[in-house]
């Protein structure tokens, strides 16, 4: 049906414009409710493709996933039967700590199957995260759900959820991936994948009653920033020194030393090239930041700028078994200067990128480990390009002498 009306509509356009195409005066002749009712047909499907999968021009597409989509919905979605179905989903899924599962597609329907499982997942050991931006995703889902319905269901849910992020959280200010604790590399203080920094700037926005966290009570802002402050304390207290000199984190630190810690076989312990962005991007973006933050901000950013891999780019390729791989080639001359990229890991004690297999042999070569991990795990990126830039605009308002 979407494909036919949009394919009126397209038909209807070129027609008017090879009509109209020489008379200017007539633009305003076009048939604006034809125009008018199409995108507003667009716009409302918008929301619903996204959530079922299909592309505003009613093409099937590969169905989203949820963490992706439900920050990407507009306040109007929220209005909608469909938001409230997904929100009812997310009641479900939420576990009685207060906190939700990672990897699902919490938006699609809620079969018995699909209910058995997730009972039975319930009673498990690791259920409840802050992996892969679980809990925080869900909660800022159903705060902007309530906003729009006025639904307390939906409110007590997100309160549960602070709830839980407060108790999971360590005396040291960290948080491990899982709670309830889970034994093995899960109780570490998890900067991987960003988890620990999507928890501080959902407590840095409720402490200060940001949209969509006006609804909180005083009470709850007030253990937000009680929360945030000993984030913070925990980022300052985990980053790494190097020979005198603070550089930047692991994606994991043991939660009773808070040294770097080993998680995965192939995520030994390092100097994490990926993970420290955000975590200098979020310290960044905090709002008159004591000298101890700026000090600590001015050391990352120095290690960023040292650690910068130059005249060197990825290349996808075609292997001799027929398979899509990759690798590391110097950058043409007739091709102009190439994005800096940044390792996923650099040695603890004189920052040299280096590889891993789930043999965990450390390996300084990505052509040195096999396919399988080469290609399935993000060992280089450009996103120190987003911290330096940030930079360059921070220090005009907190840097040296501010």
Known sequence: ???????????????????????????????????????????????????????????????????????????????????????????????????????MQLQDELTDNVRKRVDKMKTGRRYATIDNRATSTEMIYLARLYNATQDNRYRDAVIRGFGYLFEAQYDNGGWPQFYPLSKGYYTHITYNDDAMVNVLKLMRDAAKGKAPFEFLPDSIKAKAQASLDRGVDCILKTQVVQDGKKTVWCAQHDEKTLLPANARAFELASLSGQESDDIVLFLMSLSKPSQAIRDCIESAVAWFKSTKIIGKRIERFTNADGKPDYRVVDCAQDDGPCKPLWARFYTLEDNRPFFCDRDGVMKFDISEIGYERRNGYSWYNSEGLKVLKKYDEWKKKYGAGK
Not at 21 to 45: P, R
Request: proline share 3%.
């Open 1 to 103: 049906m979407i494909r036919h009306i949009i394919s009126n509509f397209a038909q209807e356009s070129r027609t008017w414009l090879c009509a109209h195409q020489k008379t200017t005066e007539n633009i305003y002749e076009m048939n604006i409710k034809t125009i008018a009712a199409a995108l507003a047909m667009a716009f409302v499907m918008t929301p619903a493709a996204l959530a079922n999968g299909s592309a505003k021009d009613g093409r099937e597409v590969k169905k989203q996933k949820w963490t992706s989509m439900a920050p990407r919905l507009d306040d109007a979605f929220f209005t909608t039967a469909e938001a409230a179905r997904i929100g009812d989903n997310l009641l479900y899924y939420q576990h009685e700590t207060g906190g939700w599962p990672k990897n």
